[in-house]
């Protein structure tokens, strides 16, 4: 059922693609509908018979695939001008204006906008140029690591509330709520919208003690997304998330277990966390660079040489800044605490400037 689930799911995307390469427009609606309401009868007719009915079915789906692009308005933006959307641009502008207060210099004011709210309109060329030359951009792109990041720290924080199945389902609930309530605030974007569909599902799974399936959870976010704006599957940032995820699901496992051999070989004497971390994170970062590198050089053109000492430097310095830079946005009324998170944030930030230039020279 699994694979036929994905198969489908497969045809649905795919008849989505071919619509965009073809530029459908809404005059391919009418024979589009035509073939669909030949198709249905014809199922009906022919479910007794495998070897003709499941490609049926499969053309089915490549068809309400084509459908769905021949639907929708060849200038839709994935942020229409409605009541989330703009509720969520006023929650920008409310936690930027936080950010402002919270810190004194101008660097570290338009870092912190752009790691926490994805607003780059005031980051220097210089300083942009140095996360793409270091190859870590990726960090300032509101994506699936933010989310992965602000999940786990709420987790967490949360984890005083017990392990019985009833707490299991308050905590899913509000940690649920919480990256909805970060997916609203960063517009939906396609990356931030697949973490979320992905964490919410893994952890629905836990709660109805049913295996995980990370390639279901991946299909299933992508149908969600291209369901709602089928024109984000063009999207680099779309792309480039998923192609990422894939890498990390598909070869992670072997790579990780591999880790352990060899430590537990190595390090009989020693703990062998810090050492299983560091390598953990050369190993996501390495297969993320590996899994993204045709789109990259397809799109850009070039790829950092130095990607994986940069993301290993980086990636941990960007999320304490994260944790930080929120906490005293949110502190800052209180007199010694708000003050405290402000400075070390501020110091934070400042020293993640300095890294990327460093590394991006």
């Given at each position: 059922?699994?694979?036929?689930?994905?198969?489908?799911?497969?045809?649905?995307?795919?008849?989505?693609?071919?619509?965009?390469?073809?530029?459908?427009?809404?005059?391919?609606?009418?024979?589009?509908?035509?073939?669909?309401?030949?198709?249905?009868?014809?199922?009906?007719?022919?479910?007794?018979?495998?070897?003709?009915?499941?490609?049926?079915?499969?053309?089915?789906?490549?068809?309400?695939?084509?459908?769905?692009?021949?639907?929708?308005?060849?200038?839709?933006?994935?942020?229409?001008e409605t009541?989330?959307?703009?509720?969520?641009?006023?929650?920008?502008?409310?936690?930027?204006?936080?950010?402002?207060?919270?810190?004194?210099?101008?660097?570290?004011?338009?870092?912190?906008?752009?790691?926490?709210?994805?607003?780059?309109?005031?980051?220097?060329?210089?300083?942009?140029?140095?996360?793409?030359?270091?190859?870590?951009?990726?960090?300032?792109?509101?994506?699936?690591?933010?989310?992965?990041?602000?999940?786990?720290?709420?987790?967490?924080?949360?984890?005083?509330?017990?392990?019985?199945?009833?707490?299991?389902?308050?905590?899913?609930?509000?940690?649920?709520?919480?990256?909805?309530?970060?997916?609203?605030?960063?517009?939906?974007?396609?990356?931030v919208?697949?973490?979320?569909?992905?964490?919410?599902?893994?952890?629905?799974?836990?709660?109805?003690?049913?295996?995980?399936?990370?390639?279901?959870?991946?299909?299933?976010?992508?149908?969600?997304?291209?369901?709602?704006?089928?024109?984000?599957?063009t999207?680099?940032?779309?792309?480039?998330?998923?192609?990422?995820?894939?890498?990390?699901?598909?070869?992670?496992?072997?790579?990780?277990?591999?880790?352990?051999?060899?430590?537990?070989?190595?390090?009989?004497?020693?703990?062998?966390?810090?050492?299983?971390?560091?390598?953990?994170?050369?190993?996501?970062?390495?297969?993320c660079?590996?899994?993204?590198?045709?789109?990259?050089?397809?799109k850009?053109?070039?790829?950092?040489?130095?990607?994986?000492?940069?993301?290993?430097?980086t990636?941990?310095?960007?999320?304490?800044?994260?944790?930080?830079?929120?906490?005293?946005?949110?502190?800052?009324?209180?007199?010694?605490?708000?003050?405290?998170?402000?400075?070390?944030?501020?110091?934070?930030?400042?020293?993640?400037?300095?890294?990327?230039?460093?590394?991006?020279?």
């Open positions: 059922m699994k694979r036929i689930g994905a198969t489908l799911a497969g045809c649905y995307l795919g008849g989505i693609s071919l619509a965009l390469c073809f530029a459908v427009s809404q005059r391919a609606l009418p024979p589009v509908i035509a073939l669909i309401s030949l198709l249905i009868p014809l199922l009906f007719l022919l479910r007794g018979k495998k070897e003709l009915f499941l490609p049926l079915v499969c053309s089915l789906f490549v068809l309400v695939g084509i459908q769905r692009v021949a639907l929708s308005d060849r200038n839709f933006t994935p942020r229409l009541y989330l959307t703009l509720a969520g641009e006023k929650i920008r502008e409310k936690l930027g204006e936080k950010i402002e207060h919270s810190l004194s210099s101008e660097e570290s004011r338009t870092l912190a906008k752009s790691l926490l709210i994805g607003d780059r309109r005031n980051l220097s060329k210089s300083l942009r140029g140095s996360f793409t030359s270091a190859g870590v951009s990726h960090t300032l792109a509101l994506s699936g690591m933010h989310v992965g990041i602000i999940w786990s720290l709420i987790s967490i924080t949360l984890s005083f509330l017990g392990v019985s199945r009833r707490l299991k389902i308050v905590r899913a609930v509000a940690v649920s709520f919480i990256i909805l309530f970060y997916a609203l605030l960063t517009g939906f974007s396609p990356s919208s697949r973490a979320c569909i992905m964490l919410s599902i893994w952890k629905i799974g836990d709660l109805i003690s049913t295996p995980k399936s990370r390639y279901s959870s991946i299909i299933l976010a992508a149908v969600l997304i291209c369901s709602v704006n089928p024109y984000a599957i999207n680099i940032g779309f792309q480039l998330s998923f192609c990422s995820v894939l890498g990390i699901v598909a070869l992670f496992p072997t790579i990780e277990r591999s880790i352990r051999v060899v430590l537990k070989r190595r390090l009989k004497r020693f703990d062998g966390k810090a050492a299983h971390l560091f390598l953990s994170t050369m190993a996501i970062s390495l297969i660079q590996i899994a993204t590198l045709p789109i990259v050089l397809w850009f053109g070039s790829i950092s040489a130095n990607f994986l000492i940069s993301n290993i430097v990636v941990p310095l960007v999320t304490v800044s994260i944790y930080t830079t929120a906490a005293s946005a949110l502190m800052q009324g209180l007199p010694v605490i708000g003050s405290l998170l402000s400075t070390l944030a501020e110091n934070l930030l400042t020293l993640l400037a300095q890294v990327v230039r460093f590394l991006g020279s």
